[in-house]
Nanobody, 116 residues
Framework: QVRLVVSGGGSVQPGGSLRLSCAAS????????MSWYRQRPGKERELVSSIDKDGEGTFYADFVEGRFTISRDDAREMTYLQMNSLKTEDTAIYYCHTRRIGNDYWGQGTQVTVAS
């Protein structure tokens, strides 16, 4: 059974940094791309960043503006999202995601709050 466990959220001031981690199990990790989504209060869930199975292709939403970096460690079956220069509008629940054989799998989400 595919399982994604997210950690690393918290509260920071504007301009601060956080690193989110996603531990995967139940799948041959190196064969699958991984993504981070977020859901801001009152908004739809949106794609933040993704990384392909080789770790060579990455995508970032426009609002990231070079502040976030996605990475993966296939040996540890981990995906990371390093978030720098956080803004109040980055406040959201962040989710790890992958798709395997047409099925979507989500981590439990972690709250990121950016406030003075």
């Amino acid at each position: 059974q595919v399982r994604l466990v997210v950690s690393g959220g918290g509260s920071v001031q504007p301009g601060g940094s956080l690193r989110l981690s996603c531990a995967a199990s139940g799948l041959l990790f190196r064969r699958y791309g991984m993504s981070w989504y977020r859901q801001r209060p009152g908004k739809e869930r949106e794609l933040v960043s993704s990384i392909d199975k080789d770790g060579e292709g990455t995508f970032y939403a426009d609002f990231v503006e070079g502040r976030f970096t996605i990475s993966r460690d296939d040996a540890r079956e981990m995906t990371y999202l390093q978030m720098n220069s956080l803004k109040t509008e980055d406040t959201a629940i962040y989710y790890c995601h992958t798709r395997r054989i047409g099925n979507d799998y989500w981590g439990q989400g972690t709250q990121v709050t950016v406030a003075s």
